[in-house]
């Protein structure tokens, strides 16, 4: 029987393409998303945001079945001393702008579930900052930390400071993580998650230049992450 797969998410085909180039498409019908199946992997483009997050997971886990799952991407970076090529590998996630209270005795707790932080598996989480520091030509920009999300793109420099004064343990800021790690949390599913940051999260934002950044140099990056990382996994 062969063996269940690990299952990649990113939100922008940009960032996937030097991944799935030599992968052939999913034969799988599927609610628009783009699929792609091979080398042990299902490797989805969910679109951006937590609902189109949450609805790629969800979806694959009940037509895939995988053994782990990984939200793989840009972010931005909560630290204004660096703003670009940091590979972040996740401890866990939280929605920044999760608000329940009064449900809730804080923001970022999900209703229900009652837990703010989902932490992510420390083996996957382990075996992805191995697969980073090799696949990097300085070991040092790898680095655990939280990821942070929520349905905006961060480009305020005081929207940004706030949201480390707040979350402390954060390390980037994004818009899929958290609601992948909900999914694979109900469902029980290890999961991870690798962030490369593209920008500072201020008023320097450039989207041309952010989307140059991650055609050209972090997606590059994340195929040989991953690529390193499955058959570990």
């Not at 996630?93 to 970022?108: C, E, I, K, W, Y």
């Not at 920008?199 to 972090?218: P, R, Y």
Request: net charge negative; charged share 20%; hydrophobic share 45%.
């Amino acid at each position: 029987m062969a063996r269940a797969p690990v299952a990649v998410f990113f939100a922008l085909e940009l960032e996937a393409q030097a991944l799935v180039r030599q992968l052939p498409r999913s034969g799988t019908i599927a609610p628009r998303i783009s699929v792609w199946e091979g080398d042990g992997m299902v490797v989805a483009v969910s679109g951006v945001g937590k609902v189109a997050a949450a609805l790629a997971a969800q979806f694959v886990h009940d037509v895939f079945k995988p053994r782990c799952v990984l939200s793989v991407g840009l972010g931005g970076a909560l630290s204004g001393e660096t703003s670009r090529g940091q590979v972040v590998v996740a401890t866990g996630a939280v929605q920044h702008d999760m608000d329940g209270r009064p449900l809730t005795s804080a923001r970022g707790i999900v209703p229900g579930l009652n837990q703010s932080v989902f932490s992510a598996d420390a083996p996957v989480a382990e075996k992805l900052h191995v697969a980073a520091r090799r696949s990097v030509e300085n070991p040092r920009i790898v680095k655990p930390g939280l990821v942070l999300t929520g349905d905006q793109i961060v480009t305020s420099r005081a929207v940004r400071d706030a949201l480390a004064k707040e979350f402390p343990e954060g390390a980037c800021v994004d818009m899929e993580t958290a609601a992948i790690a909900q999914v694979a949390y109900q469902n029980g599913t290890p999961w991870g998650a690798v962030r490369v940051t593209s920008d500072s999260a201020d008023e320097t934002f450039d989207l041309e230049d952010v989307i140059d950044f991650g055609v050209k140099s972090a997606g590059e990056l994340f195929a040989r992450i991953i690529l390193d990382a499955v058959g570990d996994l």
